[in-house]
């Protein structure tokens, strides 16, 4: 029996050792209020944007919505969206500082954040791997909020794969080879009713 709160366990990560990778998964690295907290904050102070791709010619709009905050002249391209950082608000640096904490040399310069408004939203099969991003990035990504699931499986062998319930206030790190290798997704969940926060801090090798 664990006779410890998420609050009151030692934060350490969980290793998974992969083929072309490694994630590391800590389930309390905020305590529930400190999520709870920093969700709301983040939820009503950020500049969300609804952004618009375009597909074989049609323009769809992106199944959530993103905001990209970092240091000035760190941008960042993906799917066609070209992002130009906002500055760090204070509630995001303290995130980012205390992940710095656990990732020895890691200075994350911007973050992505995803709000997803229940579980129809969702983002499909990719990898992290811009050219913006250099090789075998390392991506920290924080969930507040609802839990959705995080699922992520190997490019050539699609029968190594996994999933990870990701609960308001875990911290889940992919690095090494990863991106190059594997791709991951957050799928649709139909019975998810409330909104989830996702930040997903990187370290832009190239400025724009």
Same mark, same amino acid.
């Given at each position: 029996?664990?006779?410890?709160?998420? /609050?009151?366990?030692? %934060?350490?990560?969980?290793?998974? =050792?992969?083929?072309?990778? /490694?994630?590391?998964?800590?389930?309390?690295?905020? =305590?529930?209020?400190?999520? %709870?907290? @920093?969700f709301d904050l983040?939820?009503?102070?950020?500049?969300?944007?609804?952004?618009?791709?375009?597909?074989? &010619? %049609?323009?769809?709009?992106?199944?959530?919505?993103?905001?990209?905050?970092?240091?000035?002249?760190?941008? @960042?391209? @993906? =799917? &066609?969206?070209?992002? #130009?950082?906002?500055?760090?608000? $204070? /509630?995001l640096l303290e995130?980012?500082?205390?992940?710095?904490?656990?990732?020895?040399?890691?200075?994350? +310069?911007?973050?992505?954040?995803?709000?997803?408004? *229940?579980?129809?939203?969702?983002?499909?099969?990719?990898? *992290?791997?811009? $050219?913006?991003?250099? /090789?075998?990035?390392?991506?920290?990504?924080?969930? #507040?909020?609802?839990?959705?699931?995080?699922?992520?499986?190997?490019?050539?062998?699609?029968?190594?794969?996994?999933?990870?319930?990701? +609960?308001?206030? =875990?911290?889940?790190?992919?690095?090494?080879?990863?991106?190059?290798?594997?791709?991951?997704?957050?799928?649709?969940?139909? $019975?998810?009713?409330?909104?989830?926060?996702?930040?997903?801090?990187? +370290?832009? %090798?190239?400025? &724009?």
């Amino acid at each position: 029996m664990d006779l410890f709160t998420p /609050e009151e366990q030692e %934060k350490a990560f969980e290793v998974i =050792s992969l083929q072309d990778g /490694e994630i590391l998964f800590m389930r309390n690295f905020l =305590s529930a209020t400190e999520a %709870k907290n @920093y969700f709301d904050l983040l939820q009503n102070n950020i500049n969300w944007k609804q952004e618009e791709v375009n597909f074989y &010619g %049609k323009t769809y709009s992106v199944p959530r919505k993103t905001a990209w905050y970092g240091y000035e002249g760190f941008n @960042y391209s @993906y =799917s &066609g969206i070209n992002c #130009l950082p906002e500055i760090w608000t $204070k /509630e995001l640096l303290e995130i980012k500082f205390q992940i710095e904490k656990f990732i020895t040399g890691e200075d994350f +310069t911007s973050v992505l954040l995803n709000l997803y408004n *229940d579980g129809n939203d969702k983002m499909g099969w990719h990898a *992290d791997n811009e $050219k913006e991003l250099g /090789e075998n990035p390392t991506i920290a990504s924080v969930s #507040l909020g609802e839990t959705r699931r995080f699922d992520i499986k190997h490019r050539q062998n699609p029968d190594l794969n996994f999933k990870f319930e990701l +609960t308001s206030g =875990s911290l889940l790190i992919m690095r090494g080879a990863l991106q190059h290798h594997w791709v991951h997704q957050i799928p649709a969940q139909k $019975k998810v009713k409330n909104p989830r926060i996702n930040l997903t801090f990187r +370290t832009i %090798k190239k400025s &724009g």
